[in-house]
């Protein structure tokens, strides 16, 4: 479905001088940079994948994106998406994808929703009978049936937002690129969008490649995660792997009753465990970041109960967010 | 023959719009013609003490603005680009546009048409009609197609001229500029250019060919036969002007780098 080798974007820019001298300079002569956008990379998506797509702001995912879906012109590599190179065959390619960007709308803002669906379907060459049972489908899963003769400019966000995607599957195409889908929206819609997707790779064999800040969005949808870092890939697996990789650790929160406890006084508690506290959101609470061992969680709690008073106690599994924090501060050693 | 239907289902669309506005429509007719008008007025203000200019009467002057106004009127209609470097561009909507399976350039003209400026094709016609009346000029048969294939040869010159400058915004970050002072320089096309000198001539003939919006072609129905040949290739600098700024967008689309989310 997608083939991505060694696949680079090296944008030039030019950095400036500072004062009013060095911008005197720069008129004449420039010192451009070459910086690369995306550095070398390689990945393959199999037919019915979702793939999660991450990075922090400019790693490099919008960039490959665009790539991918015939935008920009990569420097050097090579793609092939649904066996056709996107940028060359862009007219024709665009046939076979579906693309949401959350930031931008493909809806024309002033008329009604269902006059850009006809202009989409017109577009894309739909035939009416095709259109007519796809489209009602897509329609009733995502609920906008009552949307569909107000003007665009008209809807909230989460509104808009199942329209944008209704739009991307007008002509069902077997592949679909979210960037960055439920930016700003609400949990209730979040959901419904969530399960919209699902429904469609199922019905559908849909293969959907999603950006995201969201990672509950990755975990409810990606069985396989692509992390992007400095325009380099530095994970490429499944999800699971990664918790049980990196997320072996376990955390205690207490909130003792002693308001003014003091990690000194903690600390003896724990010198054998291999365990480090860490400050809670409030004065009197601590966590304790342990091994997922269950000799060792329970020889805390019971070592830290005897010796003080506590109000409450929580034992949190790492989030996929921590786990992915970790790795970009610390960087993929232990893998 | 696909991009024909889109085409009309875009106008379709377009007018549906405009209709919901109804009462900005009227007042941009109203102020499209008023301007129309105006420079109208103007020019037979300017030429109201002089009869000629070098061998040009006034007459003839007023019909040659009268023809320009009818591809510009079309021009208008269908290449509103000159923000596109700031619509598409800055704004990252051409990410958009090249997700659809329209030619970039194509997509842009529907979606940025502004239909009632063709009533200036009426305005032009009207002034033709004035002038040519008063110049006691006759027409034969075939002058209707030839009056078509002129026009269609000088929207496509002015249409040429302009995706150009647009065109370069795919290369650098600021061409703005240029776009007011072109449009300023498109106005000289509308006078007879041989009472330019040399120099201006020889650019709005061959470098940015704005003269083959208005005199060139006026002077074949004026029946200025010196000039004939210059009349004769309007269509075809307007075919390859055009072609040549299509080529070079389509270059320019491929050193498109987006912008930043």
Known sequence: MIEVKELRKEFKSHSSRSGLKGAFRDLFTRNYKVVPAVNDISFTVKSGEMVGYIGENGAGKSTSIKMLTGILTPTSGMVKVNGMDPHKEREQFVRSIGVVFGQRSQLWWDIAVQESFRLLKKVYNVPDDVYNVHMNHVIESLDIAPLLDKPVRKLSLGQRMRCELAAALLHNPPLLFLDEPTIGLDVLVKLKIRAFLKEMNEKYNTTILLTTHDLTDIEALCERVIMLDKGKIIYDGKLVNLRSNWGEGKQIEFQFADLTMTKERLMPLLAEFEAVWTPGDRNNVWVANVRNDEQIISNVIGRVLAAYKIIDLKVHEMSIEDIIRNIYEEGITNG | MKYTAIFFQYAAQYL?????????????????????????????????????????????????????????????????????????????????????PIHSLFQIVLERMELESLFGVITGIGVMFYAGSRLGLSFSWYDPFIFVAMVLGGTLVYSGIFVLIASISFWSDSPTSIMPMIYNIGNYGRYPVDIYNHVIRFVLTWILPFAFVGVYPAAYFLGREDWYVYAFMTPIVGSSFFMLSVIMWNIGVTKYRGAGN
């Open chain 2, 16 to 100: 549906k719009t405009r209709f919901t506005y109804r009462v900005d429509t009227v007042i941009e007719i109203i102020s499209d013609l008023l301007s129309q008008t105006v420079n109208f007025i103007f020019i037979l203000l300017v030429f109201n003490h002089t009869s000629f200019i070098s061998g040009w009467s006034r007459d003839e002057i007023i019909f040659i603005y009268g023809f320009f106004l009818v591809p510009f009127a079309i021009f208008g209609a269908f290449f509103n680009i000159w923000d596109f470097n700031e619509r598409y561009i800055v704004k990252g909507e051409m990410d958009r546009i090249l997700t659809r």
